[in-house]
């Protein structure tokens, strides 16, 4: 059974960044691309970026100039790194296989005020 387990969310101050971790079990992690995703209270889902299975990455248009997605292979884990956060990256956050796996983990909350 796949479990994705993402964390490091929290309160942050515009400017501020997180890093986000998700550690992902039941799945062989080295064979699959992860992918970041993030919804915003009345908004849909939202891709935020991949990376394949030996690392390289892809991003949203959008954020690609804040954000940088890695993975370690040895401990089933995938990251994001935000920096210069704005209030509108204000969203619950999930990470994902691709392609997608049916069951989607609890994510992690990022807030972020002015």
């Known amino acids: 059974q796949v479990r994705l387990v993402e964390s490091g969310g929290g309160l942050v101050h515009a400017g501020g960044s997180l890093r986000l971790s998700c550690v992902a079990s039941?799945?062989?992690?080295?064979?699959?691309?992860m992918a970041w995703y993030r919804q915003a209270p009345g908004k849909q889902r939202e891709w935020v970026s991949h990376?394949?299975?030996?690392?390289?990455?892809n991003y949203a248009d959008s954020l690609k100039d804040r954000v940088t997605i890695s993975r370690d292979n040895t401990k089933n884990t995938v990251y994001l790194r935000m920096t210069a956060l704005k209030p509108e990256d204000t969203a619950r956050y999930f990470c994902?296989?691709?392609?997608?796996?049916?069951?989607w983990g609890q994510g992690t909350q990022v807030t972020v005020s002015l």
């Open positions: 994902n296989t691709v392609p997608i796996q049916p069951s």
């Open positions: 990376i394949t299975s030996d690392g390289r990455p």
């Open positions: 039941g799945i062989d992690f080295n064979n699959y691309q």
